[in-house]
């Protein structure tokens, strides 16, 4: 299937569905998988259907530095365990636009260049707001309930190792330090992730992402 018509399909999945409330679209994945780029053209389609759209990612709420690495910055278990405020994500963002919410939402608590919280002044969300948040983890199971739509991309391991590390090359200091980085922490992490909460499975769909140019449904 072309990039574009499953962009598109997505898009009208989600157009389709019924709330009294902003829905909130989250897109999980493995790191690298393509979740970000997917996210961002589902929004760019939304937009350009005149569809009021808020984009944002858990990679704004993050935990200071001193919390997140406290298990060492190559943990993998520091990794699933401390890098993202779930508390903050589901108080400030998710809930706030669900069934029982006020409306009244941010899209970060943490400037990460920074390393500094941040307390921007609260949007109000009208109910015909469409949320589009990505994120590794999303579908832990205390967050599965608190999405009205949940995309999985699914990408091979050493197929995202590979994106992941050309990605990622200048900012570890070589192709093969991120490579190990990769597989030691942040894919190591994912499959804990894959294994505790099974979030392929709780996906409203799948996106078979090997192929950037065709992916397809699985």
Do not use: W
């Not at 999985?152 to 590979?162: Q, Y």
């Amino acid at each position: 299937m072309l990039r574009e018509e499953l962009i598109s399909t997505l898009a009208s999945s989600i157009l389709k569905l019924k709330t009294n409330h902003p829905i909130r679209v989250g897109i999980s994945g493995i790191t690298a998988s393509g979740k970000t780029t997917l996210a961002n053209e589902l929004t760019k389609e939304l937009q350009s259907m005149k569809k009021n759209v808020i984009r944002t990612s858990i990679d704004n709420f993050h935990h200071p530095k001193n919390h997140r690495y406290r298990q060492g910055k190559e943990s993998a278990i520091g990794y699933y365990e401390d890098a993202h405020d779930y508390d903050s994500f589901k108080e400030k963002l998710l809930i706030p636009l669900g069934p029982e919410g006020d409306l009244q939402f941010q899209r970060s608590s943490l400037d990460l260049e920074r390393d500094e919280y941040v307390q921007p002044k609260l949007q109000l969300a009208p109910k015909d707001m469409i949320l589009i948040v990505d994120g590794t983890f999303l579908f832990k199971k205390d967050l599965i309930d608190l999405y009205d739509y949940k995309i999985f991309v699914k990408t091979d391991f050493e197929l995202a190792r590979t994106r992941g590390a050309k990605r990622e090359e200048k900012n570890f200091g070589g192709y093969e330090i991120a490579q190990d980085m990769f597989k030691n922490r942040y894919h190591a992490a994912c499959k804990l992730y894959l294994e505790q909460h099974l979030p392929e499975l709780h996906a409203d769909v799948v996106v078979l992402n090997n192929n950037l140019k065709n992916p397809a449904f699985g």
